[in-house]
């Protein structure tokens, strides 16, 4: 089954280098899932679930977004600094995404081969769909953090007070 995951990796993952197959080979289990052995991946590091999005692992970026703001909302609740409680959740975010990428996609991956006709008769080209990546989910996501971040820009832009 391994074997089988690993030949369908390789002919739908966008831009596969060799590092990457390396990585996958040694996170993917027997069963085809990912099994969480950290391994590094640099643009999932420093992007967070931006990188995520990218991939199209909606699901994932979620996950990671919501164990950092459950960390934020603890430490905010604990009255510690603003400025700090942000900075340890981008580190938060950014660890989960860049040491739990390869894991995560393969998952990802197990689930689009499962909607794409299963393991032993996969549809490549419908894998190979929903494995390119897209910008356009990075686009949504930041239009929506400026959606909600809005009122605080201007406010600060007028010199108005949002609290009255």
Known sequence: MKNRYI???????????????KNFEDVIG???????KPRFHLFAFIFGWF????????????GVLITALLVGYILAYAKIHPVL?????????????????YFLYLNKLDRDIENCGGVHNPDIECIKKKAKPNIWYVIGAVVFILILIWPIIFSMITGHDISK
């Open 7 to 21: 030949e369908i990796l390789k002919q739908t993952y966008y831009n596969l280098s060799k590092k990457d197959l």
């Open 85 to 101: 409680v942000l900075g340890i959740m981008v580190i938060i975010n950014s660890f989960l995404s860049g040491f739990c990428y």
């Open 30 to 36: 027997k069963e085809g899932l990912g099994t969480c």
């Open 51 to 62: 990188y995520l999005l990218y991939r199209k692992m909606v699901t994932e970026s979620f």
